[in-house]
């Protein structure tokens, strides 16, 4: 089934320690995006794709990286982890900018 | 820079009754308009999308939006809830650039509640 697929599901990590959440596509969309989802707050974004090779920064891109090596994958990567980056965080992709997303399913992550 | 309002953090209804939620935008220039559902631990999706043209459009599971630039509104609504229609809806806008992406800016969200 074509979609967008993200591991792990959920993750219990303590402060300080480096971790990647993985967005894998298979719909060869050029844009791909990473969300987080906080109560009351409705989703933010942390860094986009363009393209395969690009990136860029979005309303709340601390304390996380990401990189696009190829077409499918979006990894976000938080270096050191802190408490306030417990959160759901959706990977997204689009066919280009300013079309709909798709989401996947989400990653529950609490760092303590 | 684009944004988006959604009044209401939370909208009550009974089963069969109209829902109706609000969302309004600010852009500076003609936007493209979504409203997105997701339910209990789930990812986001679709409902229905505004880019050009008919300014009512119609999406899944009965639910229709119309576009109102004058009062810079894109209103979801369903003339008869069910139970199923309990979740939380996303209204987000975007701003077509060819390609460029800056992602779709979301509202807060509304969580409906429908009651029996």
């Known amino acids: 089934i074509a979609g967008i697929t993200q591991a792990p599901t959920s993750q219990i990590l303590a402060a300080g320690r480096r971790m990647t959440l993985r967005c894998t596509q298979d719909m060869r969309h050029n844009a791909m995006y990473w969300y987080r989802q906080d109560l009351g707050l409705g989703l933010r974004l942390i860094h986009y794709s363009n393209t395969a090779g690009t990136t860029g920064k979005g309303e709340v891109p601390d304390g996380y990286s990401v990189s696009r090596a190829n077409t499918d994958d979006f990894p976000l990567t938080l270096a050191s982890a802190v408490p306030s980056q417990t959160s759901v965080y959706f990977c997204?992709?689009?066919?280009?900018?300013?079309?709909?997303?798709?989401f996947g399913q989400g990653t529950r992550l609490t760092v303590v | 820079a684009q944004s988006v309002t959604q009044l209401g953090s939370h909208v009550s209804v009974s089963e069969g009754a109209l829902v109706l939620l609000r969302c309004n935008y600010s852009?500076?220039?003609?936007?493209?308009l979504f409203w997105y559902v997701q339910y209990p631990n789930q990812g986001l999706q679709l409902l229905l999308k505004y880019t050009t043209g008919a300014t009512l459009v119609k999406g899944i599971n009965g639910f229709e939006a119309e576009f109102k630039k004058s009062e810079t509104s894109f209103h979801l609504t369903k003339p008869s809830a069910h139970m199923s229609d309990a979740a939380e809806y996303f209204c987000a806008v975007t701003l077509y650039s060819g390609g460029g992406a800056d992602g779709l800016t979301f509202g807060k969200g509304t969580h409906l509640i429908i009651q029996p």
């Open positions: 997204a992709s689009s066919e280009q900018g300013g079309t709909e997303a798709f």
């Open positions: 852009s500076s220039v003609p936007p493209y």
